[in-house]
């Protein structure tokens, strides 16, 4: 049964994991526990959001790499139970199922990150169903891009807060880490996995992350780039660990920039991994905190005790892991191999 969330999560998030890595054994006994005890007639609050990246996302990349039919079943019978959220008159979906958002959100509003980090999965659900009722219901959750691009937008940003009955933005408060992150990484994503031809993704990728330049990406005294924070117009000089994801980001869409601006982002990627690296650098144990600082005289130091944490977080070795496919630059594999040797 569905007893415990974490772990099935884990089972199914690391399947792909299993399979790349040639862990067979270990895959087939995975996949035996998903076609015998992966069951989704519960009555349970959860995050649309996590199910979708972990279970549906999960499901999805076993079935690909595998082609077991039981992945592809369970991933259309778990979408199926998520659509009930979209019902909303703006179709931005709840965070928390029908009629439920983060109690803590700013106005009863849905997350920037968790609404817009939806489209790949549902993407291709819509493709493996088979279900046309079921593709239809799809295209109504691919409206979300509709919606964003009717609003105004501050600056060019996106604010992390929508109110999914209003459609209007909630508290302005702009961040490519937490609340914000992988909703530019998707749109990205989207236009690669569409072999290049999703050009409203690809319009709304590049027309943020020049935004985020312009009004985020800021160089600190001593020539480090960090991206900051927006907070009702003004700058909070901090940079969350999730944030150290955009550097494999801004690589990764590099070669697509418009205009001439392939090497100029290369250089924003390389500059944002150098920062990110700093942040490790700077703390006895050599692993990077939570958030890191550039005010009051310090620059990529955690100064607040309730960011003096390191929680397994992956993104700054997903930032390495990146530069060093892109440009085989050996210093990449040392850093990460600084972060594996820490005792």
């Known amino acids: 049964m569905f007893h415990d969330l974490l772990s099935c999560a ?33 009555n349970a609050e959860v995050s649309v959001f996590e199910v979708n990246i972990r279970f549906v996302g999960g499901l999805l990349s ?72 079921f593709a239809q219901k799809v295209t109504e959750v691919m409206n979300i891009r509709k919606v964003l691009n009717r609003l105004d937008k501050p600056q060019g940003l996106y604010p992390n807060y929508l109110n999914p009955n209003s459609g209007q933005w909630g508290q302005h408060h702009v961040s490519v880490g937490g609340l914000g992150d992988s909703f530019y990484e998707y749109l990205l994503k989207a236009w690669l996995m569409s072999d290049k031809t999703d050009e409203e993704g690809k319009k709304m990728y590049y027309d943020a992350l020049q935004a985020i330049e312009t009004n985020l ?41 418009p205009g001439d601006k392939t090497g100029h982002q290369m250089e924003q990627a390389a500059e944002i991994a150098r920062t990110c690296h700093e942040s490790y650098a700077r703390t006895a144990l050599k692993l990077g905190p939570e958030a890191f600082r550039f005010d009051g005289g310090v620059e990529a130091i955690a100064t607040r005790q309730n960011e003096k944490y390191f929680i397994l977080r992956p993104e700054v070795i997903e930032t390495y892991m990146y530069m060093w496919r892109f440009t085989h ?7 990460g191999w600084e972060a594996v040797q820490v005792k």
Do not use: Q
């Open 10 to 42: 884990t089972i199914v998030d690391a399947l792909d994991t299993l399979y790349i890595m040639e862990m067979f054994e270990e895959f087939k006994a995975a996949t035996d526990w998903v076609e015998k005890n992966l069951d989704f007639n519960v």
């Open 329 to 335: 630059d050996p210093k990449y594999r040392e850093w």
């Open 62 to 133: 076993a079935y690909y790499l595998s082609g077991k039919e039981v992945f592809r079943r369970k991933a259309v019978e778990l979408g199926e139970k998520l659509l009930p959220a979209f019902k909303t008159p703006t179709g931005i979906p709840w965070a928390l199922g029908v009629g439920r958002n983060w109690p803590w959100a700013s106005g009863g509003s849905s997350i920037l990150a968790e609404y817009g980090t939806l489209h790949l999965e549902f993407m291709h659900l819509s493709k493996l169903s088979g279900n046309p009722e």
């Open 217 to 257: 990406m800021r160089k600190s005294s001593n020539g480090l780039t960090y991206i900051a924070e927006w907070k009702g117009g003004l700058l909070e000089h901090k940079m969350g660990h999730l944030t150290c994801f955009a550097g494999g980001m801004i690589a990764l869409g590099a070669d697509g920039a």
